[in-house]
């Protein structure tokens, strides 16, 4: 069983920057997690937003279009940490935001809520305008 705990949300003006934090609860297996970040805003279904993974001993990530070119998705194995680092943030972005994982190695992007085991309890972020 894997606990994921997601931090760094907050209240943050239009333009500005947040990196929300997942830490897992995975030991040394972590590396070989699938991991990714949703978020979902009131009365809107859970969406996809970057996952990343190795397959081939190359480290995939990829990122839903509406955040391409300002959020980043990356990962610290030593640490069992994956980050996302958002960028140039609008109000649209405003959504709780869950860090997911699921165990085994991508070369495709998983951007089904149903291809991940694992949830964190999810962070709030809120941009205003």
């Known amino acids: 069983q894997v606990q994921l705990v997601e931090s760094g949300g907050g209240l943050v003006q239009a333009g500005g920057s947040l990196r929300l934090s997942c830490a897992a609860s995975a030991g040394r297996t972590f590396s070989s997690y699938t991991m990714g970040w949703f978020r979902q805003s009131p009365g809107k279904e859970r969406e996809f937003v970057a996952t990343t993974s190795w397959s081939g001993g190359t480290r995939h990530t990829y990122h839903a279009d509406s955040v391409k070119g300002r959020f980043t998705i990356s990962r610290d194995n030593a640490k069992n940490t994956v980050y996302l680092q958002m960028n140039s943030l609008k109000p649209e972005d405003t959504a709780v935001y869950y860090c997911?994982?699921?165990?085994?190695?991508?070369?495709?992007?998983?951007?089904?809520?149903?291809?991940?085991?694992?949830w964190g309890q999810g962070t709030q972020v809120t941009v205003s305008s």
């Open positions: 997911a994982g699921r165990l085994g190695f991508s070369s495709r992007a998983r951007t089904s809520r149903e291809e991940y085991d694992y």
